[in-house]
T-cell receptor
Framework: NAGVTQTPKFRILKIGQSMTLQCAQDMNHNYMYWYRQDPGMGLKLIYYSVGAGITDKGEVPNGYNVSRSTTEDFPLRLELAAPSQTSVYFC?????????????FGQGTRLTVV | QQQVKQSPQSLIVQKGGISIINCAYENTAFDYFPWYQQFPGKGPALLIAIRPDVSEKKEGRFTISFNKSAKQFSLHIMDSQPGDSATYFCAASGGSQGNLIFGKGTKLSVKP
């Protein structure tokens, strides 16, 4: 079972460049999330989606965009990359139908903006 | 405003000892409290979770203690092993906040 798959695993961007972090899940989960993890700061929610065509901002959405055209995919777009976006990004999915918000995480994308 | 406060930031325990990590929350609407375990280079993975209708939940060497009146919950790792060395995150969700709110994490090192 693949679970939640993120690509790429590593990426170096120059300031002002753009890129898309890919996330796909094969568990038919309605909910998907993007978090960023900075040292000593835990996981902060960037954007989330409760189903195809529905997205909403989390705690730290500035500088990012998302779309959810299918249940399986939830890409995160970085426009005009800035050094402050250097972080590890995690995609997660969950199904509220399981009775709890058990989130399954991908392996992460380590992004460095120079 | 940090809704879930976790302590300590780091913890060193001898093999066989008990590791204790504490979390406190503010939002009384939270009704689901999971703990996630993260190894270096990996994504967090659910370890154990509790709902506020019980005061304790045990799974193997891992136990969650929950104090609803104090709005606190803790993770106890009994007979800690070097393989338990990881970063542990507490989290909470519920009410109007359907998403998981994470603590800042505790880096646990278990010395042989």
């Amino acid at each position: 079972n693949a679970g939640v798959t993120q690509t790429p695993k590593f990426r170096i961007l120059k300031i002002g460049q753009s890129m898309t972090l890919q996330c796909a899940q094969d568990m038919n989960h309605n909910y998907m999330y993007w978090y960023r993890q900075d040292p000593g700061m835990g996981l902060k929610l960037i954007y989330y989606s409760v189903g195809a065509g529905i997205t909403d901002k989390g705690e730290v959405p500035n500088g990012y965009n998302v779309s959810r055209s299918t249940t399986e995919d939830f890409p995160l777009r970085l426009e005009l990359a800035a050094p402050s976006q250097t972080s590890v990004y995690f995609c997660a999915s969950s199904s509220i139908g399981q009775g709890a918000m058990r989130a399954f995480f991908g392996q992460g994308t380590r992004l460095t903006v120079v | 405003q940090q809704q879930v406060k976790q302590s300590p930031q780091s913890l060193i325990v001898q093999k066989g000892g008990i590791s204790i990590i504490n979390c406190a929350y503010e939002n009384t609407a939270f009704d689901y409290f999971p703990w996630y375990q993260q190894f270096p280079g990996k994504g967090p993975a659910l370890l154990i979770a509790i709902r506020p209708d019980v005061s304790e939940k045990k799974e193997g060497r891992f136990t969650i203690s929950f104090n609803k009146s104090a709005k606190q919950f803790s993770l106890h790792i009994m007979d800690s092993q070097p393989g338990d060395s990881a970063t542990y995150f507490c989290a909470a969700s519920g009410g109007s906040q359907g998403n998981l709110i994470f603590g800042k994490g505790t880096k646990l090192s278990v010395k042989p």
